[in-house]
């Protein structure tokens, strides 16, 4: 009896100890889990940065997280349909073997500057500043003041979104109808699973603009958001939240 009493703390102690292990491995994941934003460090900065006629860049702790770090992921999810630009990071570590800390020493970034945000432009020796309140929206404005490079909502494509803008403008039924059919013709391109998904979101709206005119687009915003704001689950919002953007695209002055 006395050793089973004896091995219970023991036990316990291995319990705590897996699941706090559990719990770092979780947030390490999370942290540095920022889909569509690219991992740089010393050896592949100089060969992917001039590949791309913008890239912004974070240099941050090696694992970030919280706010910004969300906002960053934003970014990153949104610039995921504009070929021309590249969101990536920089870990920078001031411990161990100091990774990336020679990327940061260059470009004059200290570590009470993180997250500090970088705009690499083509054909431009120096990046620029963001200076801005720290948010996607802020982000995406720094990017298309300083370049021309396409940054739209996130889950829409630039393609489509460039057929959207001439579809909305042309009062021309036989002009709207070709537009259609070339935004047919790109979905049928994709070989991405979700980006056809999006392409048919697109191509969908396209066809009730024709069935219905352009006020559909409005009718269409109004109940897709009394859908988000009902009780429906996070994936089905998310899924809403979408639409809701590719509806924005139809109308550019929300943009």
Same mark, same amino acid.
């Given at each position: 009896?006395?050793?089973?009493?004896?091995?219970?703390?023991?036990?316990?102690?291995?319990?705590?100890?897996?699941?706090?292990?559990?719990?770092?491995?979780?947030?390490?994941?999370?942290?540095?889990?920022?889909?569509?934003?690219?991992?740089?460090?010393?050896?592949?900065?100089?060969?992917?940065?001039?590949?791309?006629?913008?890239?912004?860049?974070?240099?941050?702790?090696?694992?970030?997280?919280?706010?910004?770090?969300?906002?960053?992921?934003?970014?990153? $999810?949104?610039?995921?349909?504009?070929?021309?630009?590249? @969101?990536? /990071?920089? %870990?920078?570590?001031?411990? #161990?073997?100091?990774? &990336?800390?020679?990327?940061?020493?260059?470009?004059?970034?200290?570590?009470?500057?993180?997250?500090?945000?970088?705009?690499?432009?083509?054909?431009?020796?120096?990046?620029?500043?963001?200076?801005?309140?720290?948010?996607?929206?802020?982000?995406?404005?720094?990017?298309?003041?300083?370049?021309?490079?396409?940054?739209?909502?996130?889950?829409?494509?630039?393609?489509?979104?460039?057929?959207?803008?001439?579809?909305?403008?042309?009062?021309?039924?036989?002009?709207?109808?070709?537009?259609?059919?070339?935004?047919?013709?790109?979905?049928?391109?994709?070989?991405?699973?979700?980006?056809?998904?999006? $392409?048919?979101?697109?191509?969908?709206?396209?066809?009730? @603009?024709? /069935?219905? %005119?352009?006020?559909?687009? #409005?009718?269409?915003? &109004?109940?897709?958001?009394?859908?988000?704001?009902?009780?429906?689950?996070?994936?089905?919002?998310?899924?809403?939240?979408?639409?809701?953007?590719?509806?924005?695209?139809?109308?550019?002055?929300?943009?």
């Amino acid at each position: 009896m006395a050793l089973l009493w004896c091995n219970i703390p023991v036990m316990c102690c291995h319990t705590v100890v897996t699941l706090l292990t559990l719990f770092l491995l979780l947030h390490l994941t999370t942290a540095i889990n920022a889909k569509g934003c690219t991992p740089l460090d010393s050896w592949t900065f100089d060969k992917i940065i001039p590949k791309f006629h913008a890239a912004i860049v974070k240099f941050d702790i090696a694992y970030p997280y919280g706010k910004k770090h969300e906002e960053y992921t934003k970014l990153s $999810a949104a610039g995921r349909g504009s070929p021309e630009l590249l @969101v990536a /990071e920089v %870990g920078v570590k001031d411990y #161990g073997d100091m990774e &990336n800390m020679d990327l940061a020493e260059r470009f004059g970034v200290v570590k009470e500057d993180f997250p500090k945000v970088k705009l690499f432009i083509s054909g431009k020796d120096d990046p620029l500043d963001f200076e801005g309140e720290f948010n996607a929206e802020e982000l995406k404005k720094f990017i298309r003041r300083h370049s021309e490079v396409y940054i739209g909502l996130e889950g829409c494509l630039e393609t489509f979104d460039r057929i959207v803008d001439r579809f909305m403008i042309t009062e021309n039924l036989v002009e709207k109808k070709t537009l259609l059919r070339q935004a047919e013709d790109e979905w049928d391109k994709l070989k991405s699973p979700s980006d056809q998904q999006i $392409a048919e979101t697109y191509v969908k709206i396209m066809r009730k @603009v024709l /069935e219905k %005119g352009g006020e559909f687009i #409005g009718l269409e915003k &109004n109940r897709v958001e009394g859908l988000m704001n009902g009780r429906i689950t996070k994936e089905k919002k998310e899924e809403m939240q979408g639409r809701l953007n590719i509806l924005k695209s139809f109308s550019r002055d929300e943009l």
